[in-house]
């Protein structure tokens, strides 16, 4: 979950941003500020990742408040004129918004802060979710606790993964990239069969052309970069094969 503030001295502005964050899953609104001081106040706390913060602002303005931070959080810059943009930018901010603000644009914009979230977090912090053989992963504003036993494969959907699970029709959708789950999953037990696919393979069943095949004609494929890999397993244990 990505903690976010929303700094800006127009209300109409605070309310659109608001209403934004409210449709993004995994980014949450910890505060709406009107002013640079009110924003320093929350961010004092530490619990914030992100901030949406308004360049033109009375007294301290946007990019004042980013400089005055010894540890500033990940920052969109927002405001109506463009000439700031370059401003934004040698502070190193993550992007740039320009009013009025389209939500493309913000989605857009999430999408970054995603990727510099998931690069910062170190690799132990979800290895720390792994708990007596299960997983704990946010989906939807709760932590679920998924017993890795009954994981059949993972999918990976850009900024997400899917999991899908025995005994459960849809998938738990987690804001995660593949590589961190992966590196907190057993290796004997789970392969990447395809860049976008990771599977138990305690739990496969059946494999068809280039390609396992689960209950209910649901397959995963197998890619070219990892068939190798995933028949010399197979291989091993083929009580059909010459001796």
């Given at each position: ?24 899953p995994?980014l949450?609104?910890?505060g ?11 961010l ?11 360049i033109?602002?009375p007294d301290?303005?946007?990019v004042?408040?980013v400089r ?11 405001t109506?004129?463009?000439?700031y ?17 389209a ?15 998931n690069?910062?977090?170190p690799?132990?912090?979800l290895?720390?979710?792994v ?7 946010k ?16 999918e990976s959907?850009?900024?997400y ?5 025995e ?5 738990i959708v987690s804001?995660?990239?593949m ?14 069969v ?9 739990k496969?069943k ?7 095949v ?9 890619g070219?970069?990892?068939k ?16």
């Open positions: 979950m990505i903690r976010c503030i929303i700094v800006d001295d127009e209300p109409l502005a605070v309310a659109q941003l608001e209403n934004y964050v409210e449709r993004v995994f949450v609104n910890v709406s500020c009107s002013s640079a001081a009110e924003a320093m106040e929350i004092s706390s530490g619990n914030v990742d992100a901030m949406f913060v308004d033109n602002m301290i303005d946007g004042q408040l005055s931070l010894a540890r500033p959080p990940m920052v969109v810059f927002t109506a004129y463009s000439e943009a370059i401003e934004g930018f040698k502070l190193d901010a993550v992007d740039y918004l320009l009013k009025p603000i939500f493309d644009d913000f989605l857009k914009a999430f999408n970054k802060l995603n990727r510099f979230f690069a910062a977090r690799a132990a912090e290895a720390d979710s708990v007596n053989d299960c997983l704990y992963v989906s939807d504003y709760r932590m679920l606790r998924v017993p890795i036993g009954s994981i059949k494969y993972i959907m850009s900024e993964v899917r999991i899908f699970v005994d459960n029709p849809k998938p804001l995660l990239s590589k961190k789950i992966e590196e907190c999953l057993p290796a004997e037990t789970f392969m990447r395809h860049r976008s696919y990771l599977v138990n393979l305690n496969v059946e494999v068809s052309k280039m390609r396992i689960y209950d209910g004609n649901v397959y995963v494929p197998i070219d970069m990892y190798d890999t995933f028949f010399e397993y197979i291989d091993k244990y083929f009580v059909g094969k010459n001796k």
